[in-house]
């Protein structure tokens, strides 16, 4: 028996155009009007009002565009794309609580290819499948027959575009106040609707980004290392590993309940707890701590083509070397020797593209037997990075129980998800335990420190939130709190007249951020350049003799 062929649904353009801005502008911002809703109390007549006439501003300009678009046949193009945009942001931003802005543009770029896999579950394929892609297939299935008279089609078209801007104006008359009140106050509302967020926040990334090409801006050129440190048996090897979505809250260093850090606390560590971060994700954050340019004051597109702190303390004399776990070092070792520890697939250290960050050891040992002169070497970890968090530590730091073994956090438990984001922090104090019993071994040849700092924090569900990457303005706390720490050998703090009780008072009741790192780091590597700013080192109020 023969099958039927299966019929196309036929539109007329204009009923096309319509049905379509209505699915877009209603049924894909969902999460948009979920979020209006917390926001906006419907106590009275008025307040619905304001309400009911988002969705039919949103589908009047939605409407008016694909409509302009269909002038140059361009419709169906346009509709696909919008519903596909549509579709993903508000999976995200329902699933995640993320916003979308130019922050989160770079997030999904500077991503790699295994966080971007971890990110990929069956609730995303089928919400994808069945409210985009299926859609954006529909939109070009559908016939749209030939209309009988060109100039009367035309006239429809134009006349619905007059409405749907009549329409923009009827609300803008009577809410207008209520839409300025609710924007001004809330900005990061209008980062929910689509497709407008994606279209933004793309435009955004591309301005800010466009003169990432231009010339390198050299600093600290006047950059030489301070006798002291050229001097006496010893040569200086200082060890910086930069953490990845650490929260300072869940640290025990820093008062957590849980003893999450176990083996730092017999190393006589200097813990910060009052640190900030320079931003809510690593592309911001790594290369805004490696620049001379504070968090208030800070220019991605300049810093994407001038020198940081790296190239100041090599230019002096003082070996860099940067060992990488995490994706990439974002500009910030472009121009010192770097290795992507992830690309050896060491046995029992990696999983397809993964690697525990214990990695970051691999020959590192043998690098200090020969190093020649002064060093510092850069850890890049991978830290606590999620959504994955049961993927970064060995089974023997499966200490909190029990946990949460999926790449869909949203549907563990609160305690499954903190037990297991504690016990990445487990391991991340393993991790610099052992780069500090790397140093100690080593104090026969070298004068040792070491700085350990995380790029951001992390939401763990808090309010509905997960991941990072909110706009600083109002990202929570936890997505900004950072732990930082110091650790100086016992011949460092004689050597350079380092006062540790000094220290730790000052750790206890000052305030810190990534800011500090610039100075602190020429501070201790004895970098003199007119670039050091005394104030912001670390050390400097605890030194006997001034820099």
Sequence with gaps: MSRLPLKRPTLRRLTFLIVFSVYISVFLNIAYYRQVLTLLSLTNLHATGVFLSMPLVAFA?????????????????????????SASAQYFIQTYGIIVDRSMILNMLDTTASESFALITPQLVITLL?????????????????????????????????????LIVVVALLFYKDYASLFRNH?????????????????????????????????????HQRPEWLSGSRKSLTILIVGETSRGDDFSLSGYSRQTNPLLEKDKVIYFPHTVSCGTSTAV??????????????????????????????????????????????????????????????????????????????????????????GVIVLHTIGSHGPTYNHRYPSQFRQFLPTCETNQIQDCSKTQLVNTYDNTVLYVDHIVDKAIKLLQSHQDQFTTSLVYLSDHGESLGEKGEYLHGLPYAIAPDVQKHIPMLLWLSADYQQRFAINSQCLRKLAATDDFSQDNLFSTLLGMTGTVTHEYKPADDILSMCRSTPQ
Excluded at 61 to 72: G, M, Q, Y
Excluded at 314 to 319: D, I, L
């Design 61 to 85: 300009v939605i409407n008016s565009v694909v409509t302009l678009a269909s002038f140059i046949w361009l419709d169906r193009l346009i509709i696909a794309l919008f519903i596909l945009l």
């Design 130 to 166: 069945l409210s985009g892609v299926l859609m954006a297939l529909l939109a070009y299935w559908v016939r749209i027959p030939k209309a009988p008279c060109f100039w009367k089609s035309v006239l429809y078209r134009a006349a619905s575009i007059l409405l749907s801007a009549m």
């Design 187 to 223: 900005r990061e509302l209008i980062k929910a609707l689509s497709p407008s967020n994606s279209i933004a926040a793309s435009l955004s990334y591309y301005k800010h980004h466009r003169l990432e090409n231009q010339p390198l801006v050299r600093i600290g050129e006047d950059a």
């Design 285 to 374: 954050s790594v290369p805004c701590m490696f620049s001379n340019m504070p968090r208030a004051h800070y220019d991605e597109a300049l810093a994407s083509h001038q020198e940081g702190v790296l190239d100041i303390i090599q230019r002096a004399g003082t070996s860099v070397l940067w060992n990488e776990n995490d994706g990439g070092c974002k500009g910030a070792c472009d121009r010192v020797p770097h290795q992507d520890m992830t690309r050896l697939n060491l046995p029992d250290m990696c999983i397809e593209g993964e690697c525990y960050d214990d990695v970051l050891f691999h020959g590192l040992d043998d690098y200090i037997q020969h190093l020649k002169g002064n």
